[in-house]
């Protein structure tokens, strides 16, 4: 079961600013990884459900969570429907994101008040997204629909939409400026921040360095 609620969940993706998405089949290396966005101040980690028994790497990812990081909010990525969302629900997913909108998955997160963050590349998706319950919209591919500009169009007749663009965010400032800017509550970044050489290499002080400056850098975009 999920340690943090709907709403706990959504505050601290809010707070954060942040969300390192990764993945790695071989569980050591997820958890130093893990470990290096913590040491770096994140608060907040997506795993991605993108390979062969994802969900075992996650398993443990949990396990190291719950008895060395209990402030940690562990969540899933890259789910497409509802039975692969009840598996991560099963070992304690805190937040589910997905690719795409599927109602089937909307109803069993709100159904266990699990965050559930859909991919959405429309004001009709989004609206939809809405009356299913989201608290936060994820937009991706977030260039590809339109970037930043499209996130500031959003909110003019939609104001009170939270949103997460994914893809095509990079750690740089002037990219981070142009999000937030345009009123992104917070942003996914998964390979243009957690360096796959630095990985390979198991330079992890590397991989933390990067987190903490992409952080502290979005804190000093808002003003935080």
């Known amino acids: 079961m999920a340690r943090f609620r709907r709403l706990q969940a959504a505050q601290q993706l809010i707070d954060s600013g942040l969300v390192p998405v990764f993945y790695h089949a071989d569980t050591e290396v997820a958890i130093e990884v893990l470990k290096a966005v913590y040491e770096a101040g994140v608060r907040v980690f997506e795993f991605t459900n993108r390979g062969d028994k994802a969900h075992e790497v996650f398993s443990d990812l949990m396990g190291y969570t719950r008895s060395k990081m209990p402030d940690m909010v562990l969540g899933v990525g890259s789910v497409i429907d509802a039975p692969t969302a009840a598996l991560y629900l099963q070992l304690g997913a805190n937040f589910v994101v997905s690719p795409l909108l599927n109602e089937e998955t909307a109803y069993l997160c709100n ?42 169009a959003i909110l003019g007749p939609m104001p009170w939409t939270l949103i997460m663009p994914t893809g095509g965010v990079s750690p740089e400032g002037e990219n981070l400026q142009s999000w937030f800017d345009a009123g992104a509550c917070c942003v996914g970044m998964g390979s243009k921040l957690i360096d796959k050489q630095a990985v390979s290499t198991g330079n992890y002080q590397k991989i933390s360095t990067d987190v903490k400056n992409a952080y502290h850098l979005i804190k000093e975009i808002r003003n935080l």
């Open 111 to 152: 159904q266990r008040k699990v965050l559930w963050s859909p991919g959405c590349g429309s004001v009709t998706e989004i609206d939809k997204a809405h009356r299913l319950g989201a608290e936060i919209v994820k937009i991706f591919p977030g260039t590809q629909v339109g970037g930043p500009g499209f996130v500031k």
